[in-house]
């Protein structure tokens, strides 16, 4: 908890994100990953070469954006700002391992921006113009991201009402990445499973609350918490897809 606290208070971000709880939520995201670093490194693996894969098939004279790029977990940084010349990272907020490692490698910039361009103003749900215009680009991904453009947002809703800004915000990012002026990869949850004692799904949950996500290139599942974090019973999986280009 202090841990917590303390880099919810040293980690620059956007200024909204600290009052609305977006900050508390990124800070929350490493700490589950300490707890869990074993568990989650074939996850993260597998998003890193899923986005490699994707980025080895674009020219690299040019821009590669990373979209949710905030604590580098899932992202093969090192080889993309070998093979691009320009790489910047877009999220809310960086942790300070992920700012040094843009200041070691040189090319590498991070961009603190709300994708969805709607964040203070929810529930009104833009289309975010956000890198449209930018003939320097080469390749974008959006990497983890998706299902998490609602946890926030939707956490003090009536469940109706949380499905469908959650539906909006999702269809919102997907369509916005179908008019970027490049190839853009996306890896993101396809379901949630609660995982019974005996390993028998308990219930399946969709993250993306009926939107429709473009089919999968690959699948493969998130081990996000281990029977122990939720309560002593259950675990919860998700399963992720990777789309080379979306
Ligand atoms: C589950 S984490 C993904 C892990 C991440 N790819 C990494 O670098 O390790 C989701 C990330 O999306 C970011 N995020 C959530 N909503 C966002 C938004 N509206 N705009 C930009 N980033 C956002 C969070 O801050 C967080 O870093």
């Known amino acids: 908890m202090l841990r917590e606290a303390i880099d919810w208070l040293v980690t620059p971000s956007l ?86 490692a843009a200041r070691r490698l040189g090319n590498v910039t991070c961009i603190r921006h709300d994708v969805t361009e709607s964040l203070p103003e929810l529930p009104r749900v833009a289309a975010p113009g956000f890198l449209l215009d930018r003939p320097d680009l080469r390749f974008v991904a959006s990497v983890n991201l998706l299902s998490q453009l609602a946890v926030v947002a939707t956490r003090e809703l009536e469940d109706d009402a949380a ?56 699948t493969w599942t998130w081990d996000l918490a281990p029977r122990g974090e939720v309560d002593r019973v259950h675990s919860v999986r998700h399963v992720v897809g990777a789309t080379d280009r979306s």
């Open 163 to 218: 499905d469908r800004l959650g539906r909006a915000l999702v269809e919102a990012h997907l369509d916005w990445l179908g008019r970027l002026p490049c190839p853009a990869a996306l890896v993101c949850d396809r379901a949630i499973e609660i995982v019974g004692p005996g390993g028998e799904i308990v219930a399946s949950l969709d993250p993306l609350k009926g939107a429709a996500a473009p089919a999968a290139d690959e």
């Open 15 to 100: 200024p909204f994100a600290r009052r609305s709880g977006h900050l508390s939520e990124f800070v929350a995201i490493a700490a589950r990953r300490r707890r869990h670093r074993a568990a989650w490194a074939p996850h993260e693996a597998r998003s890193r070469a899923a986005v490699l894969r994707a980025a080895m098939t674009v020219d690299p004279d040019g821009t590669a954006i990373i979209l949710g790029a905030g604590h580098l977990y899932d992202v093969p940084l090192a080889e993309l700002a070998a093979r691009f010349r320009r790489v910047e990272l877009v999220d809310l907020a960086f942790s300070a391992a992920t700012r040094r």
